[in-house]
């Protein structure tokens, strides 16, 4: 199952502001919404970005997406100690006729 | 409030045969397509199955095709999957997930449940 491209890791100093990217293909990313998920040590995934930049009723509005042809991005701004986790996109495959999800991102605080 | 709260992870050995539940309330649970999607230990998040809200219409990933199997109860806001030639490689926390609106990806998680696959 082919898989989104995402950078292992990803750091910065409290206060700053850290960006993923996400690489996909015309059959994914090129037609799809994208979401993003935040999976904090040892718990599940939880959603973070919908249709590539819509944040759920909850999520602070430092958390944001965005979509340009076949890739995506998620943007950390004001980055704290409590945004330590692993990142995932995801999007449908219409070649595969299923999910592909991102390789994960690890983000660290300094 | 949505909530999706998976069973039946065990241990077993290479062949065996496992059935996963994911029992869901606080949504019309006959409104939403939905997802089984598992993570090996230290690893990342791999889609391994679909299903619509009828239960008509499923999709599989390769690595599972043949052995596994999606299906849902509506009355019983249940879902299900069969694990069957259960191999090591299979092994890791099953999380079931909820299909967002139209082309949206998964919106809400289960906490998981986990299946290890040794002898």
């Known amino acids: 199952q082919s898989v989104l491209t995402q950078p292992p890791s990803a750091s910065e100093t409290p206060g700053q502001r850290v960006t993923i990217s996400c690489s996909g293909s015309?059959?994914?990313?090129?037609?799809?919404?994208v979401n993003w998920y935040q999976q904090l040590p040892g718990a599940a995934p939880k959603l973070l970005i919908y249709r590539s930049s819509q944040r759920p009723s909850g999520v602070p509005d430092r958390f944001s997406g965005s979509k340009s042809g076949t890739s995506a991005s998620l943007a950390i701004s004001g980055l704290q100690s409590e945004d330590e986790a692993d990142y995932y996109c995801a999007a449908w495959d219409d070649s595969l006729n299923g999910y592909v999800f991102g390789t994960g991102t690890k983000v660290t605080v300094l | 409030e949505v909530q999706l709260v998976e069973s039946g992870g065990g241990l077993l050995q290479p062949g065996g045969s496992l059935r996963l539940s994911c029992a869901v309330s606080g949504f019309t649970f006959s409104n939403y397509w939905m997802n089984w999607v598992r993570q090996a230990p230290g690893k990342g998040l791999v889609w391994v199955s679909i299903i619509n809200n009828e239960g008509s219409d499923t999709s599989y990933a390769d690595s599972v095709k043949g052995r596994f199997t999606i299906f849902r109860d509506n009355a019983k806001n249940t879902l299900f999957l069969q694990m069957n030639s259960l191999r090591p490689e299979d092994t890791g926390v099953y999380y079931c997930?909820?299909?967002?609106?139209?082309?949206?990806?998964?919106?809400?998680w289960g906490q998981g449940t986990l299946v290890t696959v040794s002898s």
């Open positions: 015309s059959s994914n990313i090129g037609r799809k919404p």
């Open positions: 997930g909820r299909d967002g609106d139209g082309d949206d990806p998964i919106d809400y």
